[in-house]
């Protein structure tokens, strides 16, 4: 199976890279090779081959990973060898505190980061339900994971490894074609 996947040298997405490169062909994309989601056509003509696009990059103060999932959803919405994966975020259900602490690490604001993340949501939720569709579609919303991006908060909050994350991401690839995971929530069962 030939793998796509977006952010792949670091936090969840490295787990994820290092870990399905161990059994598929594994494609990765993120600033450190000369990719960035802000340039989804680029990405999208380097994926075309791919069987499974794992969309997990996010950037502040852009919907570059709604634009990404639109636009590639276009192309493979037909074809049902395909699956998009998006790394959503449980914070979406969380409502805004400009106090809460989760992704203050590189001054990304908490709210900007809901609002990214309940508009990718959405535009799932509308695709899945709504228009006719033979690619699957799997949303995974972790809480808090131990990554860069959390770094600020590890001591005050119980947290996911990336490892963690990416095992449920190899597992929900590598399940049977006749099986869609649609939404999947995943956190630490004392997060605080």
Known sequence: MKIAITGHSRGIGKACYDLLSQTHDCMGFSKSNGFNINEPKRILIATRNCDVFINNAYQLNTIDQLNIFNSLFEQWKNDSSKHIINIGSKSKYFPHNENHPEHTEHKRS??????????????????????????????????????DFTQRIHDQVNMLQPIDLANIIKWVVEQPKHIEIGDLGVWHPSER
């Not at 809901?114 to 508009?119: A, C, L, W």
């Not at 990718?120 to 949303?139: D, E, H, P, V």
């Open 110 to 147: 908490s709210k900007e980061y809901n609002d990214s993340k309940t508009d990718l949501a959405n535009s799932i939720y509308q695709k899945q339900l709504f228009t006719k569709k033979k690619c699957k579609i799997t949303t995974i919303n972790p809480g808090y994971v131990k990554t």
